[in-house]
């Protein structure tokens, strides 16, 4: 059972623009949400986290939006760069555990 | 301080035999993690130690897989009898829990022919 839906797939972007990445959660015990950044031959590694008492943070041109409400978040990359090419992972902790549940993953390509 | 080191890089083996995997976290750390990525996937959680205790276990992924931290501090991944649907990527981390200090390694990748 996926727990945590990513969206979309596969996402090209012009340098200069807006990278979005959306994610979905339906278990309302989930308490920490964190993005990942995973290059080819590497472990992900964390980008920016949020908790579900706050509705946005932002980490330099990288920003985390969070509607509990709704059981959605998103990563918003700003001044998207070739160097952000790579694929993004959501993921999501339940309240007492400490394993991390992932997304699928997005293959994120920023065109020069 | 290097990170999180595993051994090996890549690994190929004949269906049947078993795999050992070791994990070296950062020295600070206190806890450790093993996960498995299959392609196109995002990393499964298997199991966690908190020095050398192992406190979740019930997420490996058959009672072939096993896991030691024996001195609480590098760890080692067990695979005996492997299958072909256990090619994937074992990716370790480690982390003091504080959550923005989980750091994952490079990871070993497993072919079974």
């Known amino acids: 059972q996926q727990q945590v839906k990513q969206s979309p797939q596969s996402l090209i972007v012009q340098k200069g623009g807006i990278s979005i990445i959306n994610c979905a959660y339906e278990?309302?015990?989930?308490?920490?949400f964190p993005w990942y950044q995973q290059f080819p031959g590497k472990g992900p590694a964390l980008l920016i986290a949020i908790r579900p008492d706050v509705s946005e943070k932002k980490e330099g041109r990288f920003t985390i939006s969070f509607n509990k409400s709704a059981k959605q978040f998103s990563l918003h990359i700003m001044d998207s760069q070739p160097g952000d090419s790579a694929t993004y992972f959501c993921?999501?902790?339940?309240?007492?555990?400490?394993?991390?549940?992932f997304g699928k993953g997005t293959h994120l390509i920023i065109q020069p | 301080d290097t990170g999180v080191s595993q051994d090996p890089r890549h690994k190929i083996t004949k269906r049947g035999q078993n795999v050992t995997f070791r994990c070296d976290p950062i020295?600070?750390?206190?806890?450790l993690y093993w996960y498995r990525q299959t392609l196109g996937q995002g990393p499964e959680f298997l199991t966690y130690f908190q020095n050398e205790a192992q406190l979740e276990k019930s997420r490996l992924l058959s009672d072939r897989f096993s896991a030691e931290r024996p001195k609480g501090s590098f760890s080692t991944l067990e695979i005996q009898r492997t299958e072909q649907g256990d090619s994937a990527m074992y990716l370790c981390?480690?982390?003091?829990?504080?959550?923005?200090?989980?750091?994952f390694g490079s990871g070993t990748r497993l072919t079974v022919v």
């Open positions: 981390a480690s982390g003091t829990g504080d959550w923005d200090g989980y750091t």
């Open positions: 278990n309302t015990a989930f308490d920490y």
């Open positions: 993921a999501a902790r339940f309240l007492g555990a400490d394993g991390l549940t």
């Open positions: 020295s600070e750390h206190n806890r």
